[in-house]
């Protein structure tokens, strides 16, 4: 089964405007959520993460949305950029049980000029 | 530049063959990881090393295997390939398992035809 639910798969924004992804998570387990941004060509990197003990975590212009009765979480960019073009992939992973991150699908988000 | 090598960057080879992809983590992590990133399934967690000993495994194929060496270096071993193991097969490494900030490779394109 897919424990991490990503949407939408693709996403066209304007620049200057908010992207918004969103991951719903199944096991009650995991208590770490990245967020990584990976360019064509590149892999993974780590963008911005979170821990169910916050409800909300910000660098610049990302920002990570935490709702655990929901087991949900999101990720906000706000004035997105031509430069943020990529694909996105939330996770998810129990921290305490040293386990391997489990991702989402992925997001494509396109900022148009 | 994540510190994490992945060797070859590219791979083409027939069916029925079998092929050795290899990772240096970056300096100091011990935990070694393996994702395969295909169209369909998405990134997927294949089986995980700490300090030279198996750690977990996850969706990996019995025709697939691993090792960790004494200079924490890690080989993935995929042998009696289908047209199915045509994926990005990517490194990633943390300094243990606990620490769930994971950073990874470039990745390897593995065709197989």
């Known amino acids: 089964q897919q424990q991490v639910k990503q949407s939408p798969q693709s996403l066209i924004v304007q620049k200057g405007g908010i992207s918004i992804i969103n991951c719903a998570y199944e096991n009650t387990a995991f208590d770490y959520f990245p967020w990584y941004q990976q360019f064509p060509g590149k892999g993974p990197a780590l963008l911005i993460a979170i821990r169910p003990d916050v409800s909300e975590k910000k660098e610049g212009r990302f920002t990570i949305s935490f709702n655990k009765s929901a087991k949900q979480f999101s990720l906000h960019i706000m004035d997105s950029q031509p430069g943020d073009s990529a694909t996105y992939f939330c996770?998810?992973?129990?921290?305490?049980?040293?386990?391997?991150?489990?991702f989402g699908k992925g997001t494509t988000l396109s900022v148009s000029s | 530049d994540s510190g994490v090598t992945q060797t070859p960057k590219h791979l083409i080879t027939a069916t029925g063959q079998r092929v050795t992809l290899r990772c240096s983590p970056r300096s100091g992590d011990l935990s070694v990881y393996w994702y395969q990133q295909s169209l369909d399934q998405g990134l997927q967690f294949l089986i995980q090393?700490?300090?030279?000993?198996?750690?977990a495994k996850g969706n990996i194929l019995e025709r697939f295997s691993a090792q960790q060496f004494p200079d924490l270096h890690s080989e993935l071993n995929l042998s009696s390939l289908e047209l199915g193991d045509s994926a990005l097969y990517f490194c990633?490494?943390?300094?243990?398992?606990?620490?769930?900030?994971?950073?990874f490779g470039p990745g390897t394109r593995l065709t197989v035809l």
């Open positions: 996770a998810a992973s129990e921290r305490q049980a040293g386990t391997a991150l489990i």
């Open positions: 990633a490494s943390s300094e243990s398992p606990g620490d769930t900030e994971q950073f």
């Open positions: 090393y700490y300090n030279g000993e198996e750690r």
